[in-house]
């Protein structure tokens, strides 16, 4: 499958980068691409937890959230997706920059 990756990537925090991976995520799974949002903030866990809230009470389109501690390990599930999306840190870092790599690279 082609796979198109998006990063939404920002150094400040609570700009919406989650806001808008999840709006995006969910629009492009409306359209029935299936999609990956990568949660990068293995510590706060947002998007994560919004995925959990929406499985407990079956909201559709179905969107898939995965947390990520090394952007290297997302290969290895990319190739099931139409589209991955980061949702990035509230900083710039190794994780950040390799977000950004892997987007040059892939799309
Ligand atoms: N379009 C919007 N209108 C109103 N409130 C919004 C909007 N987008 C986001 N918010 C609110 O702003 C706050 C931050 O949004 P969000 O969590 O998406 O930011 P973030 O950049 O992912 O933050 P963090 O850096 O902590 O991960 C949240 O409380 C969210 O509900
Ligand atoms: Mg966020």
């Known amino acids: 499958m082609n ?13 919406a980068k989650s806001f808008l991976a999840k ?12 999609v990956l949002i990568a949660d ?13 809230r929406r499985i407990d009470s079956n909201i559709k389109p179905h969107v898939d959230v995965k947390s990520y501690k090394k952007v290297k390990d997302i290969e290895a599930d990319m190739k099931d997706y139409n589209f991955v999306i980061f949702d990035g840190l509230p900083s710039t870092g190794d994780k950040t ?10 799309n």
């Open 97 to 106: 920059t390799s977000a950004k790599t892997m987007e040059i690279g892939y």
């Open 40 to 52: 990068m903030d293995i510590s706060q866990q947002t998007t994560m937890r919004w995925w959990k």
């Open 23 to 34: 709006l995006i995520g969910v629009e492009l799974a409306r359209l029935n691409f299936k």
């Open 3 to 15: 796979t198109l990756i998006i990063s939404i990537l920002a150094q400040k925090g609570g700009v």
